[in-house]
């Protein structure tokens, strides 16, 4: 059983970090002062919701699509979301049987955040293996 969860835990990190390759052209000001934010309290429900998906091969090749589909369409840039804050976010975006975003919730609150959560309402994914499918992303 350890084993089983070392080994998801490991693919779920590996999703994460894959995150998006794009970057917005404008960053945060890494010297700039910043206190980090607040945490959401019902992301860590999404997250464990996420992370029952694995593993599973289709998940995983669905990860793996849906991760290319987001960079051919560098998703992440609409808003210049990125320069909001210097502090990376996790975002989970829940996907319904035909892949479109319903519901989006960030691991916390703040200006960046609020700037994904809309940059990605609505857009239609690649459909996905099993409804309502949790797609997280980790944005730097």
Do not use: W
């Not at 860590?44 to 599973?56: S, T």
């Not at 990860?63 to 975002?91: M, V, W, Y």
Request: positive net charge; aromatic residues 8%; proline residues 7%.
């Amino acid at each position: 059983m350890r084993k089983n969860l070392i080994k998801i835990s490991m693919l779920c990190a590996a999703v994460l970090m894959a995150g998006c390759e794009t970057t917005g052209t404008k960053q945060a000001d890494p010297n700039a002062v910043e206190a980090p934010s607040p945490k959401n309290p019902e992301f860590a429900g999404e997250m464990a919701k996420f992370n029952a998906q694995f593993p599973n091969a289709k998940a995983t090749q669905y990860e793996n699509e849906s991760i290319a589909f987001n960079n051919e369409r560098k998703l992440d840039q609409k808003g210049n979301c990125h320069g909001k804050s210097k502090f990376p976010i996790t975002i989970v975006l829940i996907l319904d049987a035909e892949g479109k975003v319903t519901k989006t919730m960030t691991d916390v609150e703040n200006a960046k955040a609020s700037c994904f959560r809309n940059a990605y309402a609505g857009v239609q994914f690649p459909r996905p293996p099993t409804a309502p499918y949790r797609k997280a992303i980790l944005l730097n």
